[in-house]
DNA sequence: CATTTCTTGTACCATACGGTACATGACTTC
DNA sequence: GAAGTCATGTACCGTATGGTACAAGAAATG
């Protein structure tokens, strides 16, 4: 027997259902009875059809994972605009209020990555990944793009603390029109020289 | 009856042994029955000296943020260093292995407060007035120390998931040294023109 | 010494949790 | 239509949790 005991094939849309009840909560600790409730389904479906709830969890986290990379396409941006206009955009739809359930979500999921679970980690490894390749996108520097995530997790957190979204936009900004000046600066210098 | 139902004086060293425990677990999603186990004394004598577990966990806040304050005091940095050399010196502090504890604890009064505790709130504002204070000696202006915040952050969460403390560093460096090249610049230009 | 108050251990309670046993009915397949 | 499989509800189990009842010593206080 492999690692995956039993999981039969899901009825439509379950799965959905129950990444969208994490995010209503903001976390991936509901009770299997809360998450029943929000579902629709007797928890002792929700065991029969994932198996377990560590199950539950882990298949939660793969479809977020792939709601996550849908929501932030490269395509999903304007093409050809400049750095600074394409992280706003980034950092604008993180926040959107429609999607703090989400950004909890995730939230919560690095919370258990830093706790150890071996799964969050691998969620956590591809989502910066993902956030890394479409900054790559807008950004040469490879030393800027990693600050730039730094930043926009520190934003996240003051984000959801604070509940304002300003600092975090100011702090990306500046760091975007600071290597936009450095670029355009030795461009200059490298031309006039 | 106000808030505080009843607490009674707590013996010597109670206090700093369970901020320990919470420490060493890195976090305050301890059961009183494993707090007890670690500290040395009944759960029952638990309630009976803090009332509550609430009571606990808010006491055990306010002593860490304490312990925290004197941690990183203003005092504790070399005098009259550069920005640069202080914000390493801070963040090699706050990554040193044996304090990875307190910043578990600290990541996770932080997750207490962005699923709304007041205190943990609390706890939050503190720390950032705290660490804005501290940075404010070394940097002038006050965008940048915002910044700084925000990239310290997200460089703890990378640091506790991944164990790795050179992307923060990194990052770090760089906010300073393109801040004090700035700086220097404008200094420079305003001594020319 | 008598009485009251404080301290502590043991045993317990109610609740919530993840998960299961079992029964019952529906559906398929021969 | 008999036999087996699947889906589902109800009732339950074992464990962990925060917290309490109660009793019994220990210490203070008249």
Redesign the interface.
Known sequence: MTSQAKSRRLPEGLLDSCVAAFAEA??LDLSLDQLSRHVGISKRMLIHYFGSREAIEHRAMLRLEDNLRAHFAPESLPAGSSAETAVMALWRRATDPASKGVL?LT??V??R???GSAAA?RF?REQQRLWAALLGRFVSDK??V??I???????A??Y??TGDAQ??K??LK??LT?WTA?VGQEHRKRHTR
Chains 1, 2 share one sequence.
């Open positions: 903001g976390t909890l939230m919560d690095s919370r990555a830093w706790n980690r956590y030393a800027v990693e600050e995530l730094q930043v926009l997790q520190g934003a957190v003051t959801l603390i600092p975090g100011r702090s500046r760091v600071t450095r």
